[in-house]
């Protein structure tokens, strides 16, 4: 997080409030973005405050920008991280918004807690194994039927989307030798709303 031209607030005390602002509001809603939230502290003077430029800048290196209100008060402008390459050392944005993050943690925490409390005291087999009606016994069909309608209550929750394109992407390999369900699934993760562009057709 940029700390400004000439505010009187140590580096570390911003980067900490931040963090705690943050990790509150990444609790209630991890997709929402962290925009506009207040952040303790001063910020810089009226003269010599960051420029839109300079801003830009910052997020491009990966710096998290703030700006200050006319209430005198500061607030985080956008939040961004320092991943800008992936393992092969190739351009990729894909986790520069720190709401991708702090989304897609969410969905991993509950996807795993979802799939292993639904099936605590479950057997396993493979799809098509013949067994009477009422025994606890998972399959491939109905652990990605309980997936799948996990996922459509976080689409309720504005967390992801397309329930389709993420059951369609669902694979579950089950190994009945030690008990065990590999489950791949590709979540759509919702975005957030940062530009707008506007054009004005008017009547003369």
């Known amino acids: ?3 400004g031209k000439d505010t009187m607030m140590p580096a570390y005390l911003r980067a900490a409030t931040t963090g705690s602002v943050v990790a509150y509001n990444a609790s209630v809603d991890p997709s929402l973005k962290f925009s506009n939230l207040e952040i303790t502290g001063d910020g810089d003077t009226l003269t010599n405050r960051r420029t839109d430029t300079e801003s830009n800048t910052l997020l491009q290196a990966g710096i998290g920008t703030h700006k200050i209100g006319n209430d005198g008060q500061v607030y985080i402008d956008r939040l961004v991280t320092t991943y800008k390459t992936n393992a092969q050392g190739s351009a990729d944005n894909s986790y520069r ?3 991708t993050i702090t989304n897609l943690q969410d969905f991993n925490k509950g996807w ?3 799939a292993n409390s639904h099936n605590a005291r479950s057997k396993l ?3 098509g194994t013949a067994f009477g009606a009422g025994q606890a016994i998972s399959t491939e069909s109905t652990i990605k039927g309980d997936l799948v309608a996990y996922y459509e209550e976080l689409v309720a929750l504005g967390r992801v989307v397309d ?3 993420f059951a369609d992407s669902i694979v579950i390999s089950i ?6 369900a ?6 759509n993760l919702i975005v957030q709303f940062y530009q707008t562009d506007t054009t ?5």
């Open 1 to 3: 997080m940029d700390n």
């Open 97 to 99: 918004n720190l709401n």
């Open 112 to 114: 795993e807690i979802r």
């Open 125 to 127: 087999a493979n799809d």
């Open 163 to 165: 329930v389709d394109s």
């Open 175 to 180: 190994d009945t030798s030690i008990g065990k």
């Open 182 to 187: 590999t489950i791949t699934g590709s979540p």
């Open 200 to 204: 004005v057709l008017f009547l003369i």
